[in-house]
T-cell receptor, first 114, second 110 residues
């Protein structure tokens, strides 16, 4: 398995609180991604990173911010959590050269916002 | 949304039968990938087919791609109970981004 660790694996918090999810990789891959997975929607891209301090928005970025200060760590922050952000969050990485590199996923963080 | 769509949404078969899942997408692509997700786990990459390829095999998996119809299919032959999972297609229009479909939930009954 690719070396990807997500923390925490489960979190319950209240509306309005800040939440930070961490993704740590040991593969030295350039690209890192944050997705959310919801019933009926599949996986949707929140933000991605193509290098240290290089990030961009995905399809559903409103209410989320990210940071990547080191190759191995990609943080996802919900500045003020809302119930609509209750979801399972997945981090993924990809690397190598050329088109069509597969992505490797962590096992997810289940986030519940009450 | 540029998401693709898998069909069917759910599929239940007996062990030993073949399972076929279809994927349609909306934009032009560089490649199309298939992933498996076991319950409570992350997605695992299965196979990638490039836009200039029509068919690709990997073990018991066979993937076809028809760019004129913007569709792909995944065939799992001689299914096993361990194949029970959700299967997702993902189309790669750029070099590093993927757009995932909503998945097909496959149940293989022993």
């Amino acid at each position: 398995d690719a070396g990807i660790t997500q923390s925490p694996r489960h979190k319950v918090t209240e509306t309005g609180t800040p939440v930070t999810l961490r993704c740590h990789q040991t593969e030295n891959h350039r690209y890192m991604y944050w997705y959310r997975q919801d019933p009926g929607h599949g996986l949707r891209l929140i933000h991605y990173s193509y290098g240290v301090k290089d990030t961009d928005k995905g399809e559903v970025s409103d209410g989320y911010s990210v940071s990547r200060s080191k190759t191995e760590d990609f943080l996802l922050t919900l500045e003020s959590a809302t119930s609509s952000q209750t979801s399972v969050y997945f981090c993924a990485i990809s690397g190598g050269q050329g088109d069509g590199q597969p992505q490797h996923f962590g096992d997810g963080t289940r986030l519940s916002i009450l | 949304s540029q998401q693709g769509e898998e069909d069917p949404q759910a599929l239940s078969i007996q062990e030993g039968e073949n399972a076929t899942m279809n994927c349609s997408y909306k934009t032009s692509i560089n490649n199309l990938q298939w992933y498996r997700q076991n319950s409570g786990r992350g997605l695992v990459h299965l196979i990638l087919i490039r836009s200039n390829e029509r068919e690709k095999h990997s073990g018991r998996l066979r993937v076809t791609l028809d760019t004129s119809k913007k569709s792909s299919s995944l065939l799992i032959t001689a299914s096993r109970a361990a194949d029970t999972a959700s299967y997702f297609c993902a189309n790669g229009a750029g070099s590093y981004q993927l757009t995932f479909g909503k998945g097909t939930k496959l149940s293989v009954i022993p």
